[in-house]
């Protein structure tokens, strides 16, 4: 076996198997990107967001660091992964901020044109978060395209790779997912405007 591992993917799957050493190794191939990442997910957020992109790479560092013993695939694999980790970071830090300013809203994103409920405003990141665990329950693979294309910013091809699926699949599946959540990001709001106080 050589000495030194220099692909993604062999960092990837050495550190998979247990060797905390190449995950050291694999931080400098990865943090670009991840950085890019964290910058995208930022931009969705509010303009005052404490949270910023360097700290929210900080954590993904700290969370990944804790999983252990993950069947690496390859690179896409790892930013898949990562997408995740990121969007469960910053659903609880909504949740929190939510806890601590009770009525005062939760964070808004906005997924695309497609994915705005009739009523205008962009859903908050916590109902996003919850209307996705919900599309996972009866298509878990729909909701792995959502995460993989608008939390993990990748290209249908590349979302195809990681599911082992054709890119027309990925397709059909991106475009019922996003109805699918228009669906109830729209009836969550309505019902939200309806539990509302009058003058409220």
């Known amino acids: 076996m050589p000495d030194r591992l220099d692909s993604p993917t062999d960092l990837l799957l050495a550190w998979g198997r247990g060797e905390a050493a190449a995950f050291d190794r694999l931080l400098p191939l990865v943090h670009d990107e991840l950085r ?3 910058r995208q997910y930022m931009r969705r957020e509010r303009p005052d967001h ?12 700290l969370r990944l660091i804790a999983v252990s013993r993950v069947q690496w695939q390859n ?3 790892f930013f898949a992964i990562a997408a995740r980790v990121m969007r469960q970071i910053l659903v609880d830090f909504a949740r929190s901020r939510r806890a601590s300013h009770r009525g005062g809203g ?23 978060d919850e209307a996705l665990k ?11 395209v959502v995460e993989l294309r608008y939390f993990g910013g990748m290209k249908l ?3 195809a790779t990681v599911l082992g699926v054709s890119r ?9 997912a996003k109805l699918w959540l228009l669906r109830e990001l729209d009836a969550g709001a309505s019902a939200r405007a309806c539990r509302r106080p009058e003058g409220g």
């Open 134 to 144: 919900r599309l996972e329950l009866v298509h878990p693979r729909k909701s792995q």
């Open 36 to 38: 890019r990442l964290a």
């Open 50 to 61: 404490t949270l910023q992109a360097t700290a929210l790479v900080n954590e993904v560092y």
């Open 168 to 176: 027309d699949t990925v397709k059909r599946d991106w475009r019922f």
């Open 75 to 77: 690179r896409a694999h």
């Open 157 to 159: 091809e590349e979302a």
């Open 106 to 128: 939760g964070q808004h994103v906005a997924l695309d044109e497609a994915l705005v409920p009739s009523s205008g405003r962009h859903p908050d990141l916590v109902a996003l």
